[in-house]
């Protein structure tokens, strides 16, 4: 499959098989999420991968949107280090890059993903940062549900030319 289709068919998936990821395919998706781009190169990430069952239960109960987790193989919390980022809030979109890289890599792979969204709410950081006794100069930025999907999603439409404008905000790049 091409690349483009790859960006273009990932879809969030929240039901999964009982078939286990190996760690094989664990490193591949997180070496991807570490080719992410980042200021200044300084790659301030680091990846919790989580495969226990109780840790699965106690981040449902932390968090509201998680449901998923129920059927998933793994979960990563993709997390921020505010002592190597760039500049004050830097972390944030590096992140960012790395969290989206890390959903592409899965969807190449033949893995459904889901973002579950852990930064800005600060009461999500607290939770999780308790639960994986993280330091306190690296925040939990994103989590990511990984499984073999039980689910399919067709690709919706969502290309909107009124959202690209031309040598500023007045004139529309593409013309109806
Ligand atoms: C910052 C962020 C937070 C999100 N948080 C959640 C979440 O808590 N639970 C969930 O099921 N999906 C979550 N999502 C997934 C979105 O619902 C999903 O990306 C969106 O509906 C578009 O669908 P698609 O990913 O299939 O293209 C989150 C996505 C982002 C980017």
Not at 137 to 147: E, I, K, M, Q, T
Request: charged share 25%; hydrophobic share 40%.
């Amino acid at each position: 499959m091409k690349m483009i289709d790859h960006i273009l068919d990932r879809r969030s998936i929240r039901r999964y098989s009982d078939q286990k990821i190996d760690d094989k395919t664990i490193k591949t998706i997180l070496t991807a999420a570490m080719y992410a781009p980042s200021a200044v190169n300084l790659q301030p990430w680091h990846f919790v991968v989580i495969d226990q069952w109780p840790i699965m239960e106690r981040i449902m109960e932390i968090h509201p949107h998680a449901r998923m987790l129920r059927t998933a193989s793994h979960a990563v919390v993709v997390c921020g280090d505010l002592e190597l980022q760039h500049d004050d809030g830097y972390w944030v979109v590096d992140c960012g890059a790395a969290t989206q890289n890390l959903l592409l890599a899965a969807h190449a792979l033949g893995l459904g993903s889901c973002w579950v969204g852990i930064h800005p709410r600060e009461e999500r950081k607290i939770a999780f940062s308790r639960l994986l006794s993280l330091p306190s100069h690296v925040l939990p930025f994103a989590l990511v549900a990984l499984g073999y999907p039980e689910e399919q999603k067709a690709r919706p439409e969502r290309f909107h030319p009124d959202k690209v404008k031309h040598n500023g905000w007045d004139t529309s790049f593409f013309q109806e």
